[in-house]
């Protein structure tokens, strides 16, 4: 039996979720308004959704942010200042953002990345590993005569970093003008995760954003420094996580005990965020959940390399908010089983991970 038009329609829009009317017409030989009319049939029928012809089992979680080269330089002794150090180096693709959609899309999760990388080699590498991964890469900023970034961090002989270098400039490009540019690609997100190597407007205009759209927007810290991309106004961030030091940074001060880290988190919920994470290293996690407060332990393991761990844990959290929209403890916990994953892998994402590594987790 010959498929109908409308389903016709349906399989393309399947195959080329981006795909025009009018090549809709074409190729079906029929006029654009007949396309028109089997659209929004099949959105009135909820097998798409809206006028971005997205699939509600397939919107992606956005992420938005840091993508680089990883070089990681391990000493094999004591550091020494001021002399040359032997030492073993690694290199691998990272970033924040970049990362967490690599762990999302090995957990399973449908996951789109917007980053910016420069025409060269690296930049190429690195795309093609994404899509390799599973990761969306469409929507994308490739800068011609640009290098792409780079991220250098020095580990001791105990996997524990001693210093980073980040060359992140290229992210300055992700400003409000380009995000505008993909709202199409955006717009089908069930969640967005921006990291902040994005410049602070661009932080605002996803924040109005989020209210206007009453969409999801999870920030992630990358560092200190850049803790002055964080707008004061919070409003519409459902989530921030972020480290004790990057803690101490936006509220400047010491934050030594839990009633302080306690206080320093109900400060920003009461500048706008729904929720915060802080992440404490081995000592594990602390966060609130609306108006209640939990601290969790980490899983003691042996750890070969602590690149990626922070950013392992956020890509658990958001897998589990698309799972169980309030469950913030379940989250967290998840959080730590991929933290130690990672910890425990030389990869910066755990190169083992299935659609079945967080499932079995539960409050």
Same mark, same amino acid.
């Given at each position: 039996?010959?498929?109908?038009?409308?389903?016709?329609?349906?399989?393309?829009?399947?195959?080329?979720? @981006?795909?025009?009317?009018?090549?809709?017409?074409? %190729?079906?030989?029929?006029?654009?308004?007949?396309?028109?009319?089997?659209?929004?049939?099949?959105?009135?029928?909820?097998?798409?959704?809206?006028?971005?012809?997205?699939?509600?089992?397939?919107?992606?979680?956005?992420?938005?942010?840091?993508? $680089?080269?990883?070089?990681?330089?391990?000493?094999?002794?004591?550091?020494?200042?001021?002399?040359?150090?032997?030492?073993?180096?690694?290199?691998?693709?990272?970033?924040?953002?970049?990362?967490?959609?690599? $762990?999302?899309? %090995?957990?399973?999760? #449908?996951?789109?990345?917007?980053?910016?990388?420069?025409?060269?080699?690296?930049? =190429?590498?690195?795309?093609?590993? +994404?899509?390799?991964?599973?990761?969306?890469?469409?929507?994308?900023?490739?800068?011609?005569?640009?290098?792409?970034?780079?991220?250098?961090?020095?580990?001791?002989?105990?996997?524990?970093? &001693?210093?980073?270098?980040?060359?992140?400039? &290229?992210?300055?490009?992700?400003?409000?003008? @380009?995000?505008?540019?993909?709202?199409?690609?955006?717009?089908? +997100?069930?969640? *967005?995760?921006?990291?902040?190597?994005? #410049?602070?407007?661009?932080?605002?205009?996803?924040?109005?954003?989020?209210?206007?759209?009453?969409?999801?927007?999870?920030?992630?810290?990358?560092?200190?420094?850049?803790?002055?991309?964080?707008? +004061? $106004?919070?409003?519409?961030?459902?989530?921030?996580?972020?480290?004790?030091?990057? &803690?101490?940074?936006?509220?400047?001060?010491? &934050?030594?005990?839990?009633?302080?880290?306690?206080?320093?988190?109900?400060?920003?919920?009461?500048?706008?965020?729904?929720?915060?994470?802080?992440?404490?290293?081995?000592?594990?996690?602390?966060?609130?959940?609306?108006?209640?407060?939990?601290?969790? =332990? +980490?899983?003691?393991?042996?750890?070969?390399?602590? *690149?990626?761990?922070?950013?392992? @844990?956020?890509?658990?959290?958001?897998?589990?908010?698309?799972?169980? $929209?309030?469950?913030?403890?379940?989250?967290?916990?998840?959080?730590?089983?991929?933290?130690?994953?990672?910890?425990?892998?030389?990869?910066?994402?755990?190169?083992?991970?299935?659609?079945?590594?967080? *499932?079995?987790?539960?409050?």
């Amino acid at each position: 039996m010959t498929e109908s038009k409308k389903e016709q329609v349906y399989q393309i829009i399947h195959a080329q979720p @981006f795909v025009s009317q009018q090549e809709l017409a074409e %190729r079906l030989q029929l006029s654009r308004s007949a396309v028109a009319g089997h659209i929004a049939s099949l959105i009135r029928e909820k097998r798409l959704l809206g006028r971005a012809y997205v699939f509600p089992q397939s919107r992606p979680v956005v992420c938005i942010g840091g993508a $680089n080269i990883d070089r990681k330089v391990r000493t094999l002794g004591a550091l020494q200042m001021g002399t040359s150090n032997p030492v073993s180096q690694h290199e691998s693709f990272g970033g924040v953002a970049r990362n967490i959609a690599e $762990n999302l899309a %090995r957990l399973g999760l #449908p996951s789109s990345l917007i980053c910016a990388t420069g025409d060269d080699a690296a930049g =190429a590498d690195l795309l093609r590993q +994404a899509r390799a991964a599973g990761i969306d890469t469409s929507a994308c900023l490739t800068l011609a005569g640009q290098g792409s970034g780079s991220y250098t961090a020095v580990l001791d002989a105990d996997g524990d970093m &001693l210093l980073a270098l980040a060359h992140m400039q &290229l992210c300055e490009q992700l400003d409000v003008a @380009f995000l505008s540019s993909r709202q199409t690609q955006r717009s089908a +997100a069930l969640m *967005t995760v921006a990291d902040l190597n994005l #410049p602070k407007s661009s932080i605002e205009y996803l924040q109005a954003e989020a209210i206007r759209c009453e969409h999801a927007l999870i920030l992630v810290a990358v560092s200190q420094p850049k803790m002055n991309r964080l707008p +004061a $106004n919070l409003q519409g961030v459902r989530l921030l996580m972020l480290n004790r030091a990057e &803690l101490e940074t936006r509220t400047v001060q010491a &934050l030594i005990t839990e009633d302080e880290i306690r206080h320093a988190c109900r400060l920003l919920q009461a500048q706008g965020a729904q929720d915060v994470m802080v992440t404490l290293g081995a000592a594990g996690v602390m966060l609130t959940d609306g108006p209640a407060w939990h601290q969790l =332990a +980490a899983p003691v393991v042996a750890v070969q390399d602590v *690149t990626g761990a922070g950013d392992a @844990f956020a890509a658990a959290v958001c897998w589990s908010l698309c799972q169980d $929209n309030a469950d913030m403890l379940t989250a967290a916990q998840r959080g730590l089983h991929l933290a130690a994953l990672t910890l425990q892998s030389a990869a910066t994402v755990c190169p083992d991970l299935t659609p079945d590594t967080l *499932t079995h987790l539960t409050e």
